[in-house]
């Protein structure tokens, strides 16, 4: 696979606070990457530090095996960066920016307009080019946000929250092209919307306090099924149902209601089969997936706390 | 590059009200110094016209009047230079710059370029009333020339302070008074020099206006020349390191 980005343990402090500590991030052709944690977990630092906006304080980046703090200007080209606040010059129009974005991003003057033109209707800016970026709406305005970021058809693409603002079928737009750029580049994507990951993204990365504390491509996460919830009508004692084939702990949450903690080799067909024939009276048996917001919830929420 | 960068920045200046009033009270407060200085000139002809080597239209109508438009680019740069870096800081504008393939330098300079551009206009349009006098009467050329030179040098210098400064903070109104003061401060550092003998030297060298009077005397000297280049490479080039320390430690 292509290594489009390549981060080693990046470093930055704000005075003495560590708020980068050691991460490494490693991004294929064809990832789009959920990059999720908790306020101020140093997502946003992150995501500047991998787009030249901040200098780390220790590590190195690689942009498609340029190194971005010795060769800046050429690892550059290879970047689309999409702020918290949409970079937007307020006093523009939106088609004017677009074309001051194109330029600064190094396109010939001659292919300015198509790239213009491209950006603009993936981003669905198609009816407001002659407006004035101020006068749009929060969610026009992300969208120019985008639409500048994506201009100069960058192998890398980071966004920061994308879909804040905007409306539900706005959120469905983006999201489809965020897919889209996904095909042929790389997308770093930092939200707190855990479905968004799960919708778009392959791979996960969440961080705390400035680490990295789970990594992995999404379909593994999702896969294993960890909890089974159950309810019967004649319940038995707590002891029969840890009796049953691959159940590791069993807990009554409320009468007749049941959370039974899978071992990692149960047989749910087996295991309904046994239920049914001690006739305990079987109204509902539901798989749990352990969700990317468990997940989440378990790695960052004990440690905000201590 | 620059000259993307210093297109955008003189599109932006002339998209805000801020630029097109500043322009106006410009063109409207020298006009008005340029009628009570021809006015004076008219009552004067009769006697200068007795003496030998006599004042000119160029020394005693162009250049004071070239001379005003200097005090009063003083008196408005900061309102233009401040918003050059500190608005980019605040409405988060500037990650756009910083992620694009541009140096720090290529960013000073566009923006610089594209404040001088605002500038040359300004100049150019308070450059029409003196060349206007070539209709009726005789100007010195060369004597306009050089009073025109001293101005640009001098406005190109407040340009590149009026730049620094707005790199160091993100509220254009801090921007804006540091740059008041420290413009304001060397214009009148020469006031010490008539006081104390032995520093004198010094501060009259410091001073941003005594370059330009020799200038408006229609006496182009390259030490003018240096100071002026000094002084603008001096403070683009703390710009630029600024830039560059604001994205380590920001």
Redesign the interface.
Known sequence: MHTLIQAQQLQRRYGNHLAVDGLDIELCRGDILGFLGPNGAGKSTCMRMLTGNLAPHGGRILIDGLDLLEQPLQAKRNLGYLPETPPVYREMQVDEYLQFAARLNAIPKADCARAVDRAKQRCGLGDVGRRLIGNLSKGYQQRVGIAQAIIHDPMVVVLDEPTVGLDPNQIREIRSLIRELGEAHSVILSTHILPEVQSICNRVQIINQGRTVYSDRLSQAEAAVETLQLRLQHPPGLADLLALPGVDAAEEISQGHFQLRLAADAQIPALAQRVVEHGWGLAALIPQQRTLEQIFVELTAGEVQA | ?IR??AA?EL??LF??PLAWSLLGVLQLILAWIFLIQLDQFIQLQPRLAGIEGAPGLTDLVAAPLLGSAGTFLMLFMPLLSMRLFSDEYR?????????????MTQIALGKFFGLLGFLAVALLLSLLMPLSLSLGGSLDWGKLAAAFLGLSLMVAAFSAIGLWLSSLTSQPAVAAISTYGVLLFFWIINLAAETNEESSQLFQWLSLQSHYQTMMQGLVKSEDLIYYALVILAFLLLAIRQLDNR??E?
Do not use: C, H
């Open positions: 590059m993307v960068i955008k599109r932006l998209l805000s409405n988060g504008t500037f990650s756009m710059l910083l992620t694009a393939p541009v140096s994205r380590r920001a």
